[in-house]
C-alpha cells in the first residue's frame, strides 16, 4: 500500500486492492483509483474538445476560402453544423465520475440478547416512523 501513488498505473492498483485486507486501506486505494479515474476523463474531455476545435476551424476554413468547390448545400450544411456547434453547449468537460467507495455494516444483532434486539428494531422503528411523517407533511 505505502508504493501507491496518484501515478501508479491501474493494473498496480488493481492487484493493490485485490490483495488487500484493510478497509482503511482499502479506501485509500480507492481514493487514488477514484482520482486516476477523473484525470483519465479530464485528458479525454481535452483531447475531444481539441479535435472539436480543429473539425470546426477545418469546416470554417471551407466555407470560408474553399465555398466556390461546395454546393449550395453543402455550404448550407455546413454553416448549420458549425453555428449550432458553436453557439450549442459550452466547451466539452468532465464528466463526473460515479466515485467507488466502501459501505462497512457492522453485524451487531448476533451479540445481542433477545430483548435488547427488541429495543434496537422498536428504536429503529420509531425512527422510520417519524421519518414518514416528517415526509408526509412536506
Do not use: C
Not at 444483532?109 to 429495543?119: G, I, P
Amino acid at each position: 500500500m505505502n508504493d501507491l501513488s496518484l501515478t501508479s498505473p491501474r493494473e498496480e492498483l488493481e492487484t493493490a486492492l485485490a490483495q488487500e485486507n484493510s478497509t482503511d486501506n482499502v479506501q485509500q486505494i480507492l481514493d487514488i483509483f477514484n482520482i486516476n479515474l477523473l484525470k483519465q476523463g479530464a485528458v479525454r474531455a481535452l483531447r475531444l474538445s481539441d479535435i472539436q476545435d480543429r473539425l470546426l476551424d477545418h469546416l470554417e476554413d471551407e466555407l470560408v476560402n474553399h465555398s466556390e468547390d461546395l454546393t449550395l448545400d453543402e455550404i448550407r450544411k455546413t454553416f448549420k453544423v458549425v453555428s449550432e456547434a458553436k453557439t450549442a453547449a459550452p466547451p466539452l468537460t468532465v464528466e463526473q465520475v460515479p466515485q467507488i467507495q466502501i459501505n462497512t455494516q457492522i453485524n451487531v444483532a448476533s451479540e445481542l440478547d433477545s430483548d435488547a434486539r427488541a429495543r434496537v428494531l422498536a428504536a429503529v422503528n420509531n425512527i422510520l416512523e417519524s421519518k414518514g411523517e416528517d415526509s408526509d407533511g412536506d
